[in-house]
């Protein structure tokens, strides 16, 4: 069975500050997809990146970058220099990697990141 | 190029009542998921669907919830005799064929299903 922790229900920041969102996770499968989305205020999912479990590279997009390590099956998402516009719900999910077709996501619980002037 | 619709996006029903909920994915994806969100909580799977064929719905509740992807049209989520416990937010998203990184989920904006 697969699951994704997402230890932090809700962080607190101050503009301009670096913050990181923890993500574990635990699949038998030795292929598998990560992802994260961000769900803000007005309630849609907007999807951010997806990391195949084969490929341990660091990301950066901008300010955002994720930190993928497959020995403590861990893929955290770091957003540098915060701004308000980034407050929303953070969702990191997980799932198996099927040959000719595609699988359902599991979900974690959210963080919940507010950002304040 | 238009995203994953989803119809209505807010939906109040009585207790009893019928809900359908509709979902059309983006072009050229043949791929439809319906996962459901609970207040305070994180996204559910429920099923997972192809044109005329559900692959996978190890998330559906067995009782009064059905799911459908006719060739034509949207993909319908069905819920028969609503019950309060109903209420969430339900998303649907979608994927491209297979060996088209089928892998990446689109998702809708919702639909916010009340029961009163």
Request: proline share 5%; net charge positive.
């Amino acid at each position: 069975a697969q699951k994704v922790t997402q230890a932090q229900t809700e962080i607190s920041v101050v503009e301009k500050e670096d913050v990181t969102l923890d993500c574990v996770y635990e699949t038998r499968d030795t292929t598998y997809y990560l992802f994260w989305y961000k769900q803000p205020p007005s309630g849609e999912l907007v999807f951010l990146i997806r990391r195949n479990s084969f490929d341990e590279q660091n990301e950066i997009s901008g300010r955002y970058s994720w930190n993928f390590q497959k020995s403590t099956s861990s893929f955290n998402f770091t957003i540098t220099a915060s701004q308000v516009v980034d407050s929303a719900v953070y969702f990191c999910a997980l799932s198996e990697a099927r040959t000719g077709t595609a699988s359902k996501l599991t979900f974690g619980t959210g963080t919940r990141l507010q950002v304040t002037l | 190029n238009a995203g994953v619709m989803q119809n209505p996006r807010h939906l109040v029903r009585r207790r009893g009542q019928e809900a359908r909920l509709r979902c059309s994915p983006m072009k050229g994806h043949s791929h439809v998921y319906w996962y459901r969100q609970l207040p305070e909580e994180g996204l559910k799977f429920m099923v997972y669907l192809q044109k005329e064929n559900i692959i996978d719905e190890s998330g559906m509740p067995k009782e009064r919830f059905s799911a459908e992807f006719p060739k034509e049209g949207p993909s319908i989520l069905r819920i028969q005799q609503v019950v309060r416990g109903d209420s969430a937010a339900y998303f649907c998203a979608s994927s491209p064929p297979p060996g088209q990184l089928q892998e990446t989920q689109y998702f809708g904006p919702g639909t916010r299903l009340l029961v009163l």
